[in-house]
């Protein structure tokens, strides 16, 4: 079934954050997938926007947006399943993903670009990445970092949340090997964005991964290397185990008022908003913290998107499926998010967003 005639084509880097969440997906499929690096330009030329990872598929479309990337490879390879059916586990891995597209940007970014000492090691590391164009490269991401609400100031917080994650992602995988239990998901593909594509691959916390959480370490070993076509279950009767809900609850509750903040800034901007124009990629700043500390963070259109994904799952479920989504969930922080109203949506057209009309 998942035999394809020609492969598909993974336009990404090693330590892209964005191209470890899929390059996993493609592993557990067991699909024909090539990697080809420097994708900027092509993407910029198949899509319009400078922007990886992208893929081609054997018949020579292409796919842009990880999320979306998902959603293709599960469409047409269902299986293995990349998402489990049942409501609890569905919710939680897409709640990973919230998680780790919105929030885990900030120990992403600050590992790699917060302190002199690991600018200057991501800066060489890009040198070998992109060649001449490295310095300017290195400077770009060093301003989106800076946008995504790291600095000196907000960076203690940002260090003290990621030890937590690492304690709570180690506790849980000394006694399970993925995040459902003892098969691969969504949830582990998107979590690898994170630990893999930018802790793991960056100097400084690849150490502290190493000094301090071994078993996080065999995680990404085991996501790296899937066992061929062996497929175990995940965690029956739809669990969340304990662990689990540690480690949801660390995302949540240190992470669900900087997404409300931006849903807030997000829905001020398209009040005024004209539906018909181009929408912008950025609409305004949230003013937000994390674990007490101001955070400030240019908010894009496309938060409302992974936003927008989790609530339709969430008004997709039954009322007896809300209710024990509900009880599984509670006491992670992530409640106020399973709530969350939206009073705009968005939509995609192509590979760009646009507002959908208010209703
Ligand atoms: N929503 C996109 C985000 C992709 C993304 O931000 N990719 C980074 C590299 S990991 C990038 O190309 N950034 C360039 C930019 O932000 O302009 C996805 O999920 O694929």
């Known amino acids: 079934m998942n ?4 492969p598909y084509r993974l336009y990404g880097e090693e330590i892209s954050y964005f191209t470890a969440k899929v390059r996993c997906a ?14 900027y330009a092509e993407a910029a030329r198949r899509t319009g926007r400078p922007m990886i990872p992208i893929v081609t598929t054997p018949e020579d479309e292409t796919w842009q947006d990880s999320t979306d990337i998902f959603d293709q490879l599960e469409a047409r390879h269902p299986e293995p399943p990349l998402l489990p ?18 929030i885990g940007l900030l120990p992403g970014a600050a590992w790699r670009w917060g302190t002199p000492s690991r600018r200057e090691a991501g800066t060489a590391y890009f040198t070998g990445l ?8 290195a400077s770009a991401v060093i301003g989106l970092a800076k946008e995504v609400g790291v600095d000196e100031d907000s960076r203690p917080a940002i260090e003290a949340h990621t030890h937590a994650l690492l304690a709570a992602l180690s ?8 995040l459902l239990g003892d098969r691969m998901s969504y949830a582990d593909c998107a979590l690898m964005g994170l630990v893999y594509g930018h802790l793991f691959n960056d100097l400084e916390s690849r150490t502290l991964l190493l ?36 480690v949801l609850r660390v995302m949540g509750a240190d992470g669900s008022s900087l997404i409300l903040d931006q849903k807030q800034t997000f829905e001020t901007w398209a009040a005024s908003a004209d539906a018909k124009a181009e929408m912008p990629r950025k609409v305004g700043t949230a ?3 994390l674990r007490g500390t101001p955070i400030e963070r240019l908010v894009e259109s496309y938060s409302q998107y992974m936003l927008q994904r989790v609530t339709d799952a969430v008004a997709a479920l039954t009322p007896a ?16 998010v399973l709530d969350a109203t939206l009073t705009r949506r968005v939509r995609k057209r192509g590979f760009d967003l646009e507002l959908e009309p208010s209703a």
């Not at 897409?94 to 780790?100: F, I, P, R, S």
């Open 3 to 6: 035999a394809t005639t020609a």
């Open 85 to 102: 059916p049942t409501p609890r586990q569905r919710i939680a891995a897409l709640l990973v993903e919230l998680y780790v597209d919105e």
């Open 211 to 246: 000094e301090t959480a071994p078993p996080v370490v065999g995680w990404i070993d085991r996501c790296n290397t899937p066992a061929g076509f062996r497929v175990d279950a995940w965690l029956g009767d739809d669990a969340l185990p304990p662990t689990l809900h540690e």
């Open 287 to 289: 003013h937000s913290e």
């Open 321 to 336: 499926e809300r209710a024990s989504v509900g009880v599984a969930l509670d006491g992670t922080g992530w409640e106020p």
């Open 130 to 137: 992109f060649g001449p164009r490295a310095q300017q490269s």
């Open 171 to 178: 506790a849980h995988f000394e006694v399970h090997p993925y």
């Open 26 to 39: 493609f592993r557990l499929k067991g699909l024909w997938f090539e990697e080809v690096r420097r994708g």
